[in-house]
Structures are given as structure tokens and as C-alpha cells.
């Protein structure tokens, strides 16, 4: 009885496969693993030689040159968002080679997607604290009221996720200060020299607003 039953299921699992194969249904799956691992794999091609192009434009002292190389990059982390979209790395490296090329509303956006509740999942808490202190940096370059009190959002969490950059701090103290915060601006850059006693913005801004400094060593 038990074999009956056994050798029934059997032929049915059996004719299920053929009537699947027949459909081509296996191997149009396995054709689009296979295309899924190429993409990925050209899309992480393409965003290693954008960041490579990023890094010489960084260095290079020559702004046009650096422009033109920025430019190149954000066309390689395009090529990269098309392959994969999701990926929140290759939204920051266009954001970045924008910004380089002085173009801050297009890098907003490019962050904005990058900090999407679906791209930013491939992100570590380290690195979403970083892209959020980058957009803020951008945000505090429009020296709009607007942009500053999103820009306070930005630090305030990057701050949380990423405690150890003394620049989100002491960009999060004038913040503040344009919004005469006295308090707070001076509870920031505290915590800027905290992280690094060395931090001299910090250290003369809080000389300015008259309070009294961590020791620095």
C-alpha cells in the first residue's frame, strides 16, 4: 500500500516536471539567475571604476580636469544604477562625483534615492550615517533656512548611527548657531572635540558663544 501510494506520488512529481520543462519554465529561470549574476556582476564593475575615477578627480588640483573625471564617474555609477537600481552605493558615488562638478540639486536627489527606505536597506548603519552627514554638508551649502533645519535632521541622525565624526558634530553646532540655538550649538561641539580634541573650528566657536571647553590634551 505504502509503495502504491509512494510510486503515485513519484509519476505525478515526474509528469509535473515534464509538463514544466515543456513550458520552458526551468530553463527560463535559470536563464534569468544567470543574467541576474551577470548584472550584478557589471554593475559592481562599473561603480569600482567610477569610485576609481572619483578618487583621481579628488586628487587631481586641476578643476577642470577634476570636473571632467567627475563627470565620467557619475556616468559609470549611472551605468551601474541601471543594472542595479537598488544599490545604494552607486547612487552615493553619482552624488558625489555631482557634487564635485558643483551641481548640489542633483546630488540632493541622487542622495534622497540613495536614503529611500527600499535602496538604503543595502546599506550598514555606518555607512547610512555617512551619506546622511554628505547631504547635509550639500544642504548647508544653500545657506536656506529650509535647508538647515532638514540639514539638522540629517546630523542629528548621522550622529546616532555614527557617533565618531567630529565634523557631524561641529557642522551640527552651526546649525545651531544660524538658528540661535545657543545651547545646543554649544552641546555640539562639545561633542566635536570630544571625538577629536584637535577640532579648532569647534574649539573657537565655542570661545565665541563664551563657554568653557572640554580639556583638550
Known amino acids: 500500500m505504502i509503495i502504491d501510494i509512494v510510486m503515485q506520488v513519484a509519476l505525478i512529481l515526474i509528469t509535473l516536471f515534464m509538463f514544466l520543462w515543456m513550458?520552458?519554465?526551468p530553463q527560463n529561470l535559470f536563464t534569468k539567475f544567470r543574467y541576474r549574476n551577470r548584472s550584478s556582476y557589471s554593475a559592481k564593475r562599473h561603480?569600482?571604476?567610477?569610485?576609481?575615477?572619483?578618487?583621481k578627480s579628488r586628487s587631481t588640483k586641476d578643476r577642470s580636469s577634476a570636473v571632467k573625471l567627475a563627470k565620467t564617474a557619475a556616468e559609470e555609477a549611472d551605468k551601474s544604477i541601471a543594472l542595479?537600481?537598488?544599490d545604494a552605493a552607486s547612487h552615493i558615488l553619482k552624488a558625489l562625483a555631482l557634487d564635485v562638478q558643483g551641481f548640489g540639486t542633483s546630488a540632493l536627489e541622487a542622495l534622497d534615492v540613495a536614503l529611500s527606505p527600499l535602496t538604503s536597506k543595502s546599506l550598514s548603519?555606518?555607512?547610512?550615517?555617512?551619506?546622511?552627514?554628505k547631504r547635509a554638508e550639500i544642504k548647508i551649502k544653500g545657506s536656506k533656512r529650509g535647508l538647515v533645519d532638514s540639514a539638522i535632521d540629517d546630523l542629528q541622525q548621522s550622529v546616532k548611527l555614527k557617533g565618531d565624526k567630529a565634523t557631524a558634530f561641529r557642522l551640527l553646532g552651526e546649525c545651531y548657531e544660524k538658528k540661535e540655538m545657543k545651547e545646543e550649538a554649544v552641546e555640539a561641539y562639545e561633542g566635536a572635540l570630544k571625538v577629536d580634541p584637535k577640532c579648532t573650528p569647534a574649539q573657537d566657536a565655542l570661545n565665541r558663544l563664551g563657554s568653557s571647553s572640554i580639556s583638550t590634551q
Not at 561603480?47 to 576609481?52: H, V
Open 125 to 133: 548603519s555606518e555607512e547610512r550615517g555617512d551619506a546622511l552627514l
Open 84 to 86: 542595479d537600481p537598488k
Open 23 to 25: 513550458q520552458k519554465i
Open 47 to 55: 561603480f569600482i571604476i567610477g569610485a576609481q575615477l572619483l578618487a
